[in-house]
């Protein structure tokens, strides 16, 4: 089944930036929507941004409007999403997953890896 590996986070102050890396090792990645998710602690998994296969539609949640950029590189089946102006409230686990036609949300049966860690604190 498609796996998906997360990478890039870290820890880092309030404003700074941090670039996150979605890929799928043996699958052709760009056959999908693929979005990114994030969980806090004690809160529910929510969506961040998606962006279309072909790379030219996207959708960000209005938290991160402005601030968030997802981009995606088909040749090497790549999908990122650079994190500018980050805020405390931006700390939690960073997911990727292949995402619903024009939604922010994931394909039914979605198997979450291991994700990425992004702490923002000064």
């Known amino acids: 089944q498609l796996q998906f590996v997360e990478s890039g986070g870290g820890l880092v102050q309030p404003g700074g930036s941090l670039r996150l890396s979605c890929a799928a090792p043996g699958f052709t990645l760009d056959y999908y929507a693929v979005g990114w998710f994030r969980q806090a602690p004690g809160k529910e998994r929510e969506g961040v941004s998606c962006?279309?296969?072909?790379?030219?539609?996207?959708i960000y949640a209005d938290s991160v409007k402005g601030r968030f950029t997802i981009s995606r590189d088909n040749a090497n089946g790549t999908v990122y999403l650079l994190m500018n102006d980050l805020k405390p409230e931006d700390t939690a686990i960073y997911y990727c997953?292949?995402?619903?036609?024009?939604?922010?949300?994931?394909?039914?049966?979605?198997?979450w890896g291991q994700g990425t860690q992004v702490t923002v604190s000064s």
């Open positions: 962006i279309s296969s072909s790379g030219v539609s996207t």
């Open positions: 997953a292949a995402t619903k036609f024009r939604q922010l949300a994931p394909l039914p049966h979605t198997s």
